[in-house]
């Protein structure tokens, strides 16, 4: 079932119930009063955030929300019942837009919070309410008003402590299963990667932290190039960005790569520099120490440190595990 990250959907509150026309009837009372009651409220469509969840996978096979009707007024002074609420769970780092206008409504970064996404219609009010000194037996009342409708537009972006980012076949997805207990398809060929995935990092007296392997990028992907801003949304809320490099390429190829990814997170958004990196040389198991000497030294000439691993063979990963826990969750002693 694959990863869905956006969606259009229609939301529709509840009407709200009308008024009702209605007099006493009482034996000794011949001019009985007005006591029609007033017409329920119609219920609401609220978007609740959802940490237990991480997709919109439900907005597949839904994509109509209705709230209740309210119930319409009664003799006796008995006012309509209110119609019942819609409930719909979103996961955290859901967006919220008008489809129409793209403006942007609610972002749901926390959990349980509450969006009212459609408001439900209030009820009309019976005759019992146009009661006057000078009109004791109106026929009057008023109908419901409409429950809002339109329709919206969900995006995704995950939010988690750490990103893997690289080109395609860099080995992000094998890398991912070291980190975690995540089984990402791993394949070697371009794209294996086609929607986010995440993991669980577990290291000793450090909290769980959420790492996210995201689709492979291109050059051109802030433009919407191979996978573009299906990689690209998911990165604005990670707290770390790890840069994996193909080792194994040819001659200065890993610093090219890093260049094209450097230059692609810039024309997206140019603030996405400046959070905290770290730079892994992957696949150091196919070439010997002389090449990743030099590599290292390539790198420190530009003034970066890279920090080499095989994912492939699991060298160096207890470190990097270590590595990242106390960057983002640092024991304090």
């Known amino acids: 079932m694959g990863f869905i990250d956006e969606a259009k959907f229609f939301v529709k509150a509840g009407d709200g119930g009308n008024g009702c026309v209605s007099f006493r009837r009482e034996k000794f009372v011949p001019r009985g009063g007005p006591n029609g009651g007033d017409g329920g409220k119609g219920g609401s469509v609220y978007l609740v955030s959802d940490a237990r969840l991480h997709s ?35 996961p955290l780092g859901s967006v919220l837009k008008d489809a129409e206008s793209g ?24 005759n019992a309410r146009f009661a006057t000194s000078t009109n004791r037996a109106p026929r009057k009342a008023t109908p419901g008003i409409e429950g809002e409708e339109h329709w919206l537009k969900i995006e995704l972006k995950l939010i988690a402590d750490i990103g893997l980012i690289g080109l395609p076949n860099a080995g992000k997805s094998t890398l991912l299963s070291k980190l975690s207990a995540a089984q990402p398809k791993v394949a070697p060929y371009p794209f294996t990667t086609l929607e986010p995935q995440l993991g669980v990092l577990q290291v000793r007296h450090h909290r769980p932290l959420i790492v996210a392997d995201i689709p492979g990028l291109v050059e051109g992907a802030h433009k919407g190039v191979g ?37 692609e997170l ?42 080499p691993i095989s994912a492939q063979t699991g060298e160096n990963i207890d470190q990097l595990k270590n590595t990242l826990a106390e960057l983002i969750d640092p024991v304090m002693y």
């Open 103 to 126: 403006e942007v409504l609610a972002d749901l970064t926390e959990d349980g919070v509450r969006f009212l996404a459609a408001q439900g219609g209030k009820g009309g009010f019976g």
């Open 56 to 90: 919109l996978i439900d907005f597949r096979y839904r994509s109509h929300f209705k709230a209740e009707r309210g119930s319409n007024g009664q003799g006796s002074d008995k006012h309509g019942k209110g119609g019942k609420d819609c409930i719909v769970s979103v």
């Open 266 to 307: 810039a024309a997206f958004k140019d603030e996405l520099l400046d959070r905290r990196q770290i730079i892994l040389l992957n696949k150091i198991d196919l070439f010997d120490r002389d090449r990743l000497k030099e590599l290292q030294e390539m790198f420190t000439a530009k003034g970066l440190e890279v920090f």
């Open 227 to 263: 996978l573009g801003h299906t990689f690209l949304r998911h990165i604005e809320r990670t707290k770390v960005l790890i840069h994996v490099l193909d080792g194994a390429g040819e001659e200065d190829a890993p610093f090219l790569d890093l260049q094209i990814l450097e230059r």
